[in-house]
């Protein structure tokens, strides 16, 4: 290690590649256990009060549309910072610098399309989930079935992200090493996040993000000051030191580290950009979160406050990141976690005092379980979404052809959540070498390949059929899907979902530069060439005047 790491009082344990916590973890355990215990207690407590509050397939699904703008702008925050935004960003950028900025320029831009194109028109034409939008002018079941299965698909996605992000994060503070402890460890998480959807609904699920929010930006602000404190202040003190510290030297703070190397890894930026920045107006558990607020109003209201506390956060990750490299370094990041998905935990300790030190100790129990609150939270809102979207799209029209009462409906969510948690434990059990940050880009490249075109078309274009509808989402989810499977993610590297295998034959990381475009050319196609008529005049007429106006919204 350089001059740099002594400076900073890095101890030498460093040297060996011992992760950074472990000797914090052993002397500490009790603490950190139950400051650790504290946290997750909390969360629950509230699951359970708010699930008391939950008596309707509205409260279920929407919370009761009982959300004020600023609470729902919190909740947003509180799902959309998620463990690739909190542990995976701050690896990303710890070990690729300019690079792994990025993903928050993308995260914190995405946001944009959101607001001027999805929020209020999604919320004025639905009622509970994405495909009650989608199949206000268009024919019921084939669409509802696409719908749902895409949905379901596209949080599974985002589930691996958040299983990685506790596994990696549990077995650092546990000191816990080896394959088997993390699978244990995801198993444990699975168990809590089918238990915060299963008892509290959307009213216990949005006050825990609300608190999870408040919590993250605060340890988030607490972090980022004591790193500006070690550097005097002076941000480029702190890059220069990251740079060094890096041993990529000027290259570190400049384009090119990770995605210039030769013309595919350019080509992969184009396309995790693309995926980035138009995945989130299509994430289903971002889209059900504009449900749960009374008026159209109220849901610009929220998205505005959820743009403010989320570049807040976004701007934070820069201290995050580069304040990891330059005070921890990459030699001991990846000791701990070779995606770098410790590196925000690992800055904790060291900032509070150093590994051994009781400062240390107290700041990486507080971080990490803020942490995984962040996990919980998001799972839990992840799980609510795909599990609703059974029940209510799949089950209640599309098998039960709407013959099903409120009561039945719940409880089939309910069951569906815990097959969904299983099904996402079983995954992610093969996915823990992947980086957060990248595995939520996956989704992000199904969400806006399969979810937006369809979502665009339905709201604003007049001439969009059933047939363009499922050409688009089932196109889009397959092909981006199917890339995905046949890409280096899956293979051909010993950081893949399966090292010893070797089937990456597409060249790409992300999907997005090609399967977004083939969905929304599917949906023009398909509707062109279908056989029947496009949503009668007057239909579309009322669903632009709801859309626009909200007048006959739920």
């Known amino acids: 290690m350089s001059s740099i790491s002594s400076a900073a009082g890095i101890p030498g344990a460093l040297h060996t590649g011992v992760p950074l916590a472990a000797g914090a973890a052993s002397e500490h355990r009790t603490l950190i256990i139950t400051l650790f215990s504290v946290f997750v207690a909390a969360t629950l407590a509230i699951t359970v009060w708010a699930g008391r509050q939950t008596k309707d397939a509205t409260d279920f699904y929407a919370g009761g549309r009982s959300f004020t703008g600023f609470q729902n702008g919190l909740a947003i925050s509180g799902d959309y910072m998620s463990a690739a935004s909190f542990l995976g960003i701050a690896g990303a950028i710890a070990l690729y610098g300019y690079d792994g900025f990025l993903y928050s320029i993308g995260f914190l831009v995405a946001w944009l399309v959101a607001l001027l194109l999805v929020a209020e028109p999604l919320r004025n034409s639905g009622r509970f989930t994405m495909a009650d939008a989608l199949a206000y002018r268009l024919r019921q079941r084939p669409v509802r079935t696409a719908a749902g299965t895409s949905t379901i698909v596209v949080s599974i996605f985002y589930l691996l992200a958040q299983m990685i992000g506790a596994g990696a994060l549990v077995a650092l503070l546990l000191g816990a090493s080896g394959e088997g402890s993390r699978r244990w460890i995801i198993g444990l998480v699975g168990l809590v996040m089918v238990l915060y959807v299963t008892i509290g609904g959307m009213k216990g699920t949005t006050w825990v993000q609300i608190v999870k929010a408040v919590l993250l930006i605060l340890g988030t602000l607490l972090i980022t000051v004591l790193v500006l404190n070690k550097v005097g202040w002076n941000v480029s003190t702190l890059l220069g030191r990251a740079a060094e510290e890096s041993g990529k030297g000027k290259a570190f703070l400049e384009p090119g580290l990770q995605y210039g190397k030769d013309g595919t890894t350019k080509l992969n930026f184009i396309s995790l950009g693309l995926a980035l920045v138009l995945g989130t107006a299509g994430l289903p558990h971002i889209l059900i979160r504009f449900y749960t607020v009374p ?199 010993e950081k893949a979902l399966f090292p010893g295998m070797d089937f990456d034959y597409f060249p790409l990381g992300n999907p997005g530069l090609v399967s977004i475009p083939l969905g929304f050319l599917l949906g023009w196609l398909g509707s062109l060439l279908s056989r029947e008529e496009p949503a009668a005049d007057a239909k579309y007429a009322e669903l632009e005047v709801r859309s626009l106006t909200g007048y006959g919204a739920h």
């Open 295 to 493: 008026t159209a109003k109220a849901a610009r209201k929220s998205v505005n406050w959820a743009i403010g506390i989320i570049g807040a956060f976004y701007l934070m990750t820069i201290a995050l990141g580069f304040g990891a490299a330059a005070l921890v370094g990459s030699k001991s990041i990846t000791a701990s976690d070779p995606s770098g998905n410790t590196a925000a935990p690992l800055l904790a300790q060291e900032v509070g005092g150093g590994a051994g030190s009781t400062g240390g100790a107290v700041l990486l129990a507080v971080i990490s379980a803020v942490a995984f609150a962040t996990i919980l939270a998001v799972v839990a809102g992840l799980t609510l979404a795909s599990s609703a979207s059974f029940a209510h799209d799949l089950w209640a029209n599309v098998i039960r052809k709407g013959k099903t009462s409120e009561k039945e409906e719940v409880l089939t969510a309910k069951c569906a959540a815990v097959v969904i948690g299983a099904v996402a434990i079983a995954l992610s059990i093969f996915a823990h070498r992947l980086n957060a940050a990248a595995v939520v880009a996956l989704a992000f490249a199904v969400a806006a390949s399969a979810n937006l075109p369809t979502i665009l078309y339905s709201l604003f274009w007049k001439r969009f059929t059933t047939r363009g509808a499922l050409w688009s989402i089932y196109g889009g989810l397959i092909s981006s899907v199917g890339l995905v499977i046949f890409s280096p993610v899956v293979s051909g590297n």
